[in-house]
């Protein structure tokens, strides 16, 4: 009897199932992408079959594809500091330009920043409690824009409700008081996906601050995806508004199962391609980070 029972016993171990592997995979990509022609116009009629994705070099099958004016959660991030005083009329009338391109569904929040940052408007689509939130006349204080910027994101990922989300930045960009460094801020910017625009103020009677300040807002926006602009004005200022809101909204969403499904925390470097009957230019961000959610 023992010897049966040990046979059987040996017999069940034998073909006893092995116990389960769990893999923890990516699922679908999606990028958001804003196309211009050589006019500088948002294309917003382009095919599917116009778009080619490429992750790390390779090939990905688009499987999600859509494009159009998208509703939008933004930040409306604006330099209140010592350093923008001459320029605070710039600032506002290109705030409010920027306002004044909201649609009901679109959700917004303004955040003035200085040393530190504080969202003086909650994410609402009420356009005049935003404009409210605009005019400011204190102006005192240093920089903080990594903070600002840092802190706006978290806002965003904690509270938007619409699939696009961006940061509209509007600054002279000299940074001079954050605590956070640049290389935090873009692997924080790589795993939300928030897409950073800016309307740079620069300080043109000093070359030397106007380069500094040049450099931080496009590190901002080309890790993102996003796009700067350099008005000299009030008037320019608002026409760049307007054309940052026309980015932010026209924009093809595509989504594609990556060929490699792990979430090892690399990073993968993201290419569309997009072809037309003219030359196009494309933004999105130039990766992300496979992370566990």
């Known amino acids: ?92 009338s290109a705030a409010l330009a920027a306002l004044r391109t909201a649609r009901p569904e679109d959700e917004v929040f303004v955040m003035n920043f200085a040393d530190k940052a504080r969202v003086d408007v909650e994410l609402t689509s009420d356009v005049e409690a935003l404009a409210r939130g605009v005019h400011r006349t204190d102006s005192i204080g240093g920089t903080a824009l990594r903070d600002a910027v840092s802190s706006a994101e978290e806002y965003l ?26 290389d935090e801020l ?26 500094r300040g040049r450099a931080e807002l496009e590190r901002l926006a080309d890790a993102s995806g996003g796009v700067a602009y350099y008005p000299a004005g009030p008037e320019q200022a608002t026409t760049s508004a307007a054309e940052v809101a026309r980015q932010v909204r026209g924009v093809y969403t595509i989504g594609y199962t990556p060929l490699v499904q792990a979430l090892d925390g690399s990073y993968r470097k993201l290419r569309v391609v997009a072809r037309g009957q003219e030359r196009l230019w494309i933004r999105t961000r130039p990766g992300y980070r496979a992370l566990k959610r």
């Open 157 to 182: 990922r904690a509270r938007a409700t619409r699939e696009r989300k961006a940061l509209v930045v509007i600054s002279d960009g000299n940074d001079n008081a954050s605590t956070v460094k640049e």
């Open 1 to 92: 009897m023992r010897a049966t029972l040990a046979a059987l016993l040996a017999l069940g171990s034998a073909v006893a199932p092995p116990p389960p592997v769990f893999r923890a995979e990516i699922g679908m990509v999606v990028v958001q992408a804003t196309v211009r022609n050589q006019r500088h116009e948002v294309v917003l009629d382009l095919p599917p079959a116009a778009f080619t994705v490429y992750e790390n070099g390779v090939r990905q099958a688009i499987t999600l594809f859509r494009q159009g004016m998208v509703p939008v959660s933004v930040g409306l991030l604006l330099d209140n500091s010592r350093s923008i005083r001459a320029q605070r009329a710039a600032l506002e």
């Open 186 to 211: 873009e692997r924080q910017g790589q795993e939300s996906g928030i897409v950073v625009f800016a309307i740079g103020l620069l300080d043109r009677d000093d070359p030397a601050r106007a380069g």
